[in-house]
Every structure is written in C-alpha cells, then in structure tokens.
C-alpha cells in the first residue's frame, strides 16, 4: 500500500542518520512462553518482570523524545509478548517500509498491527509476499542493503527485495545460526565504521565487511549482553547498555556520544535498543 502524497514522511538510508520519526511498542505483556533464542534460555528460569520493563522503556522513549525524536507507538496487545521489538516487524528502505514476514509463530500477527498503525498515520509501506524476513537482519548503507540471512530470514524473502526494490544491491549475509539475528552480531555506525562480533561469521563474509568498514570488535562477553545492538540517532549520537563498557569506551575514544540507558529486563528476551525501535524517517 502506498500513499503517494506521504511519501517525504518515510525515508531512510542508512542506519545512522538524523532520526526523526521511530515506531515503539510498550512491552506491557513481555514475557518467555516459547524458548526462540539463545537469550531467552539463559533467562528461562527468571521470569520477565513487565512492570520494570514498562519503565526502562518509558525511560527509553522519554529520551528518544528529549532528543527531538516523534515517536509513534503499536497499542500492545497480550497475545503478543515480543511486540516490544517493533524492528523485527519492519525495515525502512529508502521512502519504503517494508512489513516482515514473521519465522515465528509466537511472533505471526505482529505485522497487522504494524500494518494498522501505519495505515492510521497513512505512511508507505511494502508487504512482502515471499519468504520470511525479520527487520533485524536488515542494515541499510546508501543503496546497498546487508541482509542477514539467518534462521528468521531466509533468501526467498531476499529476492522478493531483490525484485520489488530493482534500485537497490542487496547483498547477503550469512552467519551463525545460534545468534538471533544480524543486528547481535553486526551494526553500522557511520558511512566508515561498524561494530561486528567476528566470531559469528565466516572468513569469506568477514573479509567482505572489513573491505567495505573499519571493524569495531565486540567481545564474547558484550554480544551475549547485545553490545553490537545500539540505536544510533544522528550526529555520532547513540544508545548504549551500561553494562557495555568496553564497547561504550570504544565509542567514546572515536568520538560517538554514548547514551547510556538501562535496558536489562528488556534485554532478557533478546533484544536491545535497536530491536526496540523501527525507524520511520532519518534526515
């Protein structure tokens, strides 16, 4: 569905531009009920507490808002308890959204309420036929776009995109399996540097992105605690987990202002402030 008039409201290229328009979803019923990632069976003996989740990400969205971010947000639902991670139901290419295809069933139906929120703000958005995809595995980089290809996406979805956005190269990236999605293990942070968990990817695909970015490592310890997973929101301006202080030194020393944000009981359930956010329009 697109509106055509609408079109100057959706705009993204790239994963660290201005942010001025992002899509949350308040994890008012978060829970584990169904083991989907590595994460969540570390955490499968402590149950999430939503109360404290709910104002980590009040906290979050104030901050959002302070620093000039519209945030618009999917009413949450009970029978959804990951909809807290409005990126894995949507990705915006260029003045596209694009609405996933979910692998998971505890996640499938997500994508309607998306769908319902962006026909209410009469925003673009594609609905991909093909396959399974999650906003997760995608990263976008000008007119090339990094596709993780993952157990939540899988190459049919890929050339789905491949065929219903001609203008853009798309290029895959496989990794390990065990990690949840692209965004756990790889983020770019500017048109020159990234951040990358090594260890997940092959010799082949590593050397493809060492060739494209100056790598920024992120140890076994802060990939289990999503260190890779920030929100960059302009002007080398970005959101970071206090317990990521390797990684928030490491930003800091290259010039980024860290935002730190406690996120912890969100983070159980596998997922951080990327996951957390679906950027609608970048300036």
Do not use: W
């Not at 609408?6 to 083991?35: D, H, Q, T």
């Not at 404290?52 to 104030?62: D, E, T």
């Not at 895959?172 to 090594?198: G, M, R, T």
């Not at 997973?229 to 202080?245: A, D, E, M, T, Y």
Request: contains cysteine; hydrophobic residues 35%.
């Amino acid at each position: 569905m697109i509106f055509k008039d609408k079109r100057e409201n959706v705009f993204c290229n790239n994963e660290y531009g201005l942010l001025a328009k992002v899509i949350l979803c308040e994890p008012k019923y978060m829970a584990i009920r169904e083991i989907i990632n590595e994460t969540q069976k570390h955490y499968d003996d402590q149950q999430i507490d939503h109360h404290l989740a709910v104002k980590q990400h009040h906290q979050f969205i104030k901050s959002l808002r302070e620093c000039g971010v519209e945030v618009l947000t999917i009413p949450p639902k009970k029978e959804y308890p990951e909809q807290v991670f409005t990126r894995d139901i949507g990705f915006t290419i260029g003045h596209q959204v694009c609405v996933s295809q979910m692998a998971k069933g505890v996640r499938q139906g997500e994508e309607i309420e998306l769908k319902d929120r962006l026909s209410l703000h009469q925003l673009p958005y594609l609905d991909i036929q093909e396959g399974v995809i999650e906003g997760g595995d995608v990263m976008v980089d000008g007119t090339t776009v990094y596709i993780g290809v993952s157990s939540r996406t899988n190459i049919r979805a890929i050339h789905y995109l491949e065929k219903a956005l001609p203008e853009y190269h798309i290029v895959p990236i496989p990794f390990q399996d065990k990690y949840l999605h692209l965004d756990c293990v790889f983020n770019i942070l500017s048109a020159e540097e990234a951040l990358v968990f090594p260890r997940a990817f092959d010799e082949d695909t590593l050397a493809i992105l060492k060739g494209k970015f100056n790598l920024i490592e992120v140890t076994e310890d802060e990939q289990f605690t999503l260190g890779t997973n920030v929100l960059s929101i302009g002007n080398k301006r970005l959101f970071s987990l206090p317990v990521n202080q390797k990684v928030n030194q490491q930003l800091r020393n290259k010039g980024y202002t860290v935002m730190e944000i406690d996120l912890s009981e969100i983070i159980k359930s596998g997922g951080s402030f990327r996951c957390c956010t679906l950027p609608i329009l970048r300036r």
